[in-house]
């Protein structure tokens, strides 16, 4: 699935779609795209959310999989399709072109040109600011309790969040597990309202400034607070705002939400014609099995419009406008500021 340089970017006419984020949104819209007969371009820099996690869950049939081990077999089922290609590396610009279509510039400073666009770039966490978080990120520490609190239930959870997203996953977590403190690192913020209904459902709130994280070889053990008060714990949960890759979107004028995701309609449409997106950066549900329903409704979506301009254009007897697969040695050569990135 890996092409070289030659053979992704010979292209005597635009791609169909090019896809920037292979991740599942990415990869299931290029399996129904590639089954649809269009010629099909992957970018992706290989820099998915879930990198520390050492499986993922929830997605049916996938069940208890690791990441890697899914990417590699929806890869391998890509292959049997010859008109779906991979391009390892960051979209790096955008451009419209004046006939609708969109110029992509790859980090080895090619512009390719696609008539569709299908961004599925993803979110990426923002951790705590807690000491050695990062040693237990993916293995004891989690942020989504649909994927990772099953094999957590009934155990001890700590749960790190300011004022009511703090609140909410510890309502949340109540699904799994009763051992629940609500560990807000520092003042709480909460309402009198909120700190009695947590008392009611035996959530415990921990207003100590929190200095460290305790454990080995990715395993909590237990949260460590000012003052040596030791709060023995197998794992924590938090809340923190993700952040969106939406720099290709803002940079094509696709409008954004409140939550900071990227605005769409039916079938993913964006608010640009010709632009859809799929996946976490809708910011809706963030499973991978939604991101993947989402990819194959924007793929329905596009092979929709696609469709009907080729049926449209035979009809009226007007001929594709023809791409070369550099638009400027000049402008090739002269690498812009990264907008975003698969």
Same mark, same amino acid.
């Given at each position: 699935?890996?092409?070289?340089?030659?053979?992704?970017?010979?292209?005597?006419?635009?791609?169909d *779609?090019?896809?920037?984020?292979?991740?599942?949104?990415? %990869?299931?819209?290029?399996?129904?795209?590639?089954?649809?007969?269009?010629n099909?371009?992957?970018?992706?820099?290989?820099?998915?959310?879930?990198?520390?996690?050492?499986?993922?869950?929830?997605?049916? !049939?996938?069940?208890?999989?690791?990441?890697?081990?899914?990417?590699?077999?929806?890869?391998?089922e890509?292959?049997?399709? &010859?008109?779906?290609? %991979?391009?390892?590396?960051?979209? !790096?610009?955008?451009?419209?072109?004046?006939?609708?279509?969109?110029?992509?510039?790859?980090?080895?400073?090619?512009?390719?040109? !696609?008539?569709?666009?299908?961004?599925?770039t993803?979110?990426?966490?923002?951790?705590? =600011?807690?000491?050695?978080?990062?040693?237990?990120?993916?293995?004891?520490?989690h +942020?989504c309790?649909?994927? =990772?609190g099953?094999?957590?239930?009934?155990?001890?959870?700590?749960?790190?969040?300011?004022?009511?997203?703090?609140?909410?996953?510890?309502?949340?977590? !109540?699904?799994?597990?009763? &051992?629940?403190?609500?560990?807000t690192?520092?003042?709480?913020?909460?309402?009198?309202?909120?700190?009695?209904?947590?008392?009611?459902?035996?959530?415990?709130?921990?207003?100590?400034?929190?200095?460290?994280?305790?454990?080995?070889?990715?395993?909590?053990?237990?949260?460590?607070?000012?003052?040596?008060?030791?709060?023995?714990?197998?794992?924590?949960?938090?809340?923190?705002?993700?952040?969106?890759? *939406?720099?290709?979107?803002?940079?094509?004028?696709? +409008? %954004?939400?409140?939550?900071?995701?990227?605005?769409?309609?039916?079938?993913?449409?964006?608010?640009?014609?010709?632009?859809?997106?799929?996946?976490?950066?809708?910011?809706?549900?963030q499973?991978?099995?939604?991101?993947?329903?989402?990819?194959?409704?924007?793929?329905?979506g596009?092979?929709?419009?696609?469709?009907?301009?080729?049926?449209?254009?035979?009809?009226?007897?007007?001929?594709?406008?023809?791409?070369?697969?550099?638009?400027?040695? &000049?402008?090739?050569?002269?690498?812009?500021?990264?907008?975003?990135?698969?």
């Amino acid at each position: 699935m890996r092409p070289s340089c030659g053979s992704a970017h010979l292209q005597t006419k635009p791609w169909d *779609t090019i896809i920037v984020g292979g991740g599942p949104a990415g %990869l299931s819209a290029a399996l129904v795209l590639g089954r649809c007969c269009r010629n099909v371009l992957i970018c992706d820099a290989g820099r998915p959310r879930n990198w520390a996690a050492e499986r993922m869950h929830g997605f049916l !049939t996938r069940d208890d999989i690791a990441p890697s081990e899914f990417r590699a077999s929806a890869l391998k089922e890509l292959e049997r399709y &010859d008109n779906v290609k %991979l391009w390892s590396g960051e979209v !790096t610009d955008v451009a419209h072109e004046p006939n609708g279509a969109f110029r992509v510039l790859l980090d080895d400073d090619r512009w390719d040109v !696609t008539r569709k666009l299908l961004i599925a770039t993803g979110v990426r966490d923002q951790l705590p =600011d807690l000491p050695r978080i990062e040693e237990f990120w993916g293995k004891s520490v989690h +942020q989504c309790p649909y994927c =990772d609190g099953w094999e957590l239930r009934g155990a001890p959870i700590a749960v790190y969040g300011k004022r009511s997203r703090g609140v909410e996953m510890a309502r949340a977590m !109540t699904a799994w597990t009763s &051992d629940i403190a609500l560990c807000t690192d520092g003042p709480a913020g909460l309402k009198a309202t909120d700190q009695e209904h947590l008392a009611r459902n035996g959530i415990a709130l921990i207003e100590d400034r929190i200095v460290e994280l305790s454990g080995q070889n990715g395993q909590l053990d237990a949260v460590l607070f000012k003052g040596g008060r030791r709060l023995p714990r197998r794992a924590l949960f938090f809340d923190t705002p993700c952040i969106s890759h *939406t720099g290709i979107a803002r940079k094509l004028g696709c +409008q %954004l939400t409140k939550k900071g995701g990227i605005r769409c309609g039916r079938y993913e449409a964006t608010t640009v014609p010709g632009v859809f997106v799929a996946g976490n950066i809708i910011k809706d549900v963030q499973l991978a099995i939604v991101a993947a329903a989402e990819g194959t409704r924007a793929a329905f979506g596009i092979n929709r419009s696609l469709t009907r301009e080729d049926y449209e254009r035979r009809a009226t007897g007007v001929r594709p406008v023809e791409h070369p697969p550099v638009a400027d040695p &000049d402008v090739a050569r002269r690498r812009p500021a990264a907008q975003g990135s698969a």
